[in-house]
């Protein structure tokens, strides 16, 4: 396997010499926040395309904000960092990068500095949409945090303590996958993504007022879909018609849009991947590898 190398505290260094102190307040108490940012190959001649890093930056910011930690870096910075980084590692492949904010030394939960960075790239192969999974998923019957205790807006490594107990659960119960509901019983997200339905024919999402992550991928998919001509509704979602659904997906970076295909082992619509779920999946593909030029200001070439 070729060597690893990261971006860790200002240097690029090989991820074994990227160490923090186990007595930091992000090694004991979570205190972090993150981006997952996707990068594609595109063309065949090498290049590589970041997909929608503004909007990653300013997630990340917000998230800061919102734990009271100070962001660090100018975001024009942070691009060119993530731009060496990927060159370091001389990836011309498909790209998922970890980028983290956290607090080192060896202070307290409710410290709010020194604020530290690394940023981590790894190759990773996009869906294969000749064969996409199709993934059976559960309501949990663990409840999605919410703005009043852990809000789910911030993408911190602590709110995914939530997401384990929902996905260990539907695990040992033989699903793929859990799909949270929220505290007022409405359909929030998944563990690690959104979740979209085809119902009646219209493309439904929770708002972003439903405690769920305000993801990227959820709004690229609202303006491909309109793109397309497609109706889009954010709107509350009862539990009962994701079993009356004709499709559902889930979709993020990591996810790209992922079909489930029963829910509770009842199968949506034919139980398997349905026609508006892999036309847009395939816009997707095609976006993010610059196959698409109305949307080419969401990509920033690496080389
Ligand atoms: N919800 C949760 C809980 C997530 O962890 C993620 C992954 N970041 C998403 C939604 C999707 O967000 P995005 O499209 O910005 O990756």
């Not at 930690?69 to 990836?91: E, G, H, V």
């Not at 790894?122 to 205790?149: F, G, H, Q, Y």
């Not at 559902?248 to 009842?266: K, M, N, Q, W």
């Amino acid at each position: 396997m070729r060597g690893r190398n990261i971006w860790f505290k200002g240097s690029i260094v090989p991820v074994e010499q990227a160490n923090i102190s186990v007595l930091s307040p992000t090694a004991q108490f979570g205190l972090n926040v993150f981006e997952g940012i996707r990068c594609y190959a595109s063309g065949g001649n090498g290049q590589v395309f970041a997909f929608r890093i503004k909007e990653h930056f300013t997630r990340l910011l917000d998230s800061c904000k919102l734990m009271g930690m100070s962001f660090p870096y100018k975001t024009s910075d942070m691009r060119d960092y993530l731009i060496q980084t990927i060159r370091a590692n001389d990836y011309h492949e498909d790209v998922s990068v970890r980028l983290t904010l956290f607090i080192d030394d060896e202070g307290s939960w409710s410290s709010e500095g020194p604020v530290e960075m690394f940023i981590a790239p790894l190759t990773k192969p996009r869906i294969n949409v000749e064969a996409p999974p199709a993934l059976s998923a559960c309501i949990s019957t663990w409840e999605r945090i919410n703005d009043n205790c852990f809000p789910p807006r911030v993408k911190a490594g602590a709110n995914y303590i939530n997401s384990r107990y929902a996905h260990l659960e539907a695990k040992r119960n033989g699903y793929d996958c859990p799909i949270f509901l929220g505290r007022n019983g409405k359909v929030t997200e998944g563990a690690g993504a959104c979740l979209f339905m085809v119902r009646r024919g219209v493309l439904t999402t929770p708002g972003i007022t439903s405690s769920i992550l305000e993801s990227i991928t959820r709004s690229t998919v609202i303006t491909l879909a309109s793109g397309l001509g497609l109706q889009v509704l954010e709107r509350e979602i009862d539990r009962t018609e994701l079993y009356l659904a004709e499709e559902l997906f889930l979709c993020g970076t990591a996810a790209e849009l992922t079909p489930i295909t029963s829910v509770d082992r009842v199968p949506v619509g034919c139980g398997r991947p349905g026609p508006v779920t892999m036309s847009l999946l395939r816009r997707y593909l095609d976006v993010v590898s610059n196959q698409v030029a109305c949307y080419s200001e969401w990509l920033v070439p690496i080389y």
